[in-house]
Nanobody, 124 residues
Framework: QVELVESGGGSVQSGGSLTLSCEAS????????TAWFRQAPGKEREALAA???????YYVDSVKDRFTISRDDVKKIVTLQMNNLKPEDTAVYFC??????????????????WGQGTQVTVSS
């Protein structure tokens, strides 16, 4: 079992930055890929970025110029640096992890472990 805890959410004005952290515990040494998703009220869950143990990363086009995913395997933390935030970035942000090799790194169905989420609110 792998437990994931997100932190770093909060309120920020448009154009601001936030850094989200996802700390893994439990059987975290078996995690092969970690990803960030978000879900805004009334909308479907949206993939943002994913990073493999080896360091390879993927982004959705809508955030690739503003968000950066990184990992610290010693601290077992995956971070999402978010810059130039916009009101439409307001959502609950989740991290997810898988012990397997996802056929599509940005597809939620391949992730078996999920955190509880952290709220990000961007005001105009």
């Amino acid at each position: 079992q792998v437990e994931l805890v997100e932190s770093g959410g909060g309120s920020v004005q448009s154009g601001g930055s936030l850094t989200l952290s996802c700390e893994a515990s439990g059987r975290s040494y078996k995690v092969y890929c970690t990803a960030w998703f978000r879900q805004a009220p009334g909308k479907e869950r949206e993939a943002l970025a994913a990073i493999y143990t080896g360091g390879g990363s993927y982004y959705v086009d809508s955030v690739k110029d503003r968000f950066t995913i990184s990992r610290d395997d010693v601290k077992k933390i995956v971070t999402l640096q978010m810059n130039n935030l916009k009101p439409e970035d307001t959502a609950v942000y989740f991290c997810a992890a898988t012990e397997g090799y996802p056929a599509r790194a940005l597809a939620a169905k391949y992730y078996e472990y999920w955190g509880q989420g952290t709220q990000v609110t961007v005001s105009s």
